[in-house]
């Protein structure tokens, strides 16, 4: 069973910057797709980006489309998000995921292995 963890989250002011790392163990992550989604206090979780097993495709929510980049190191097990002008709007727990089936899509339902989130905090 994969395992993720993330790290790098923190406190960050409006137009800094920040990049989150999904590590994974009990499993090659390679052979997954990965998604960074969100949950904000008193709110849904969402979308934040995905990225295909080979790399090659990714899609961004239109919130942090241009600011974020979703990026994969397959040799590390590791799949990265980075944050640029980051945005008091874009504070919450962010949550990395994989499905247990090679499937590509931005829905959390389809994602079965979930990390425990790493909280990132944007001050005006």
């Known amino acids: 069973q994969v395992q993720l963890v993330e790290s790098g989250g923190g406190l960050v002011q409006a137009g800094g910057s920040l990049t989150l790392s999904c590590a994974a163990s009990?499993?090659?992550?390679?052979?997954?797709?990965v998604g960074w989604f969100r949950q904000a206090p008193g709110k849904e979780r969402e979308f934040v980006a995905v990225?295909?097993?080979?790399?090659?495709?990714?899609d961004y929510a239109v919130s942090v489309k241009g600011r974020f980049t979703i990026s994969r190191d397959n040799a590390k097990n590791t799949v990265y998000l980075q944050m640029n002008s980051l945005k008091p709007e874009d504070t919450a727990v962010y949550y990395c995921?994989?499905?247990?089936?090679?499937?590509?899509?931005?829905?959390?339902?389809?994602?079965?292995?979930w990390g425990q989130g790493t909280q990132v905090t944007v001050s005006s």
């Open positions: 995921a994989a499905p247990r089936v090679r499937v590509y899509s931005v829905r959390a339902s389809i994602y079965d292995y």
């Open positions: 009990g499993g090659t992550l390679s052979a997954y797709t």
């Open positions: 990225i295909k097993w080979s790399g090659e495709i990714t």
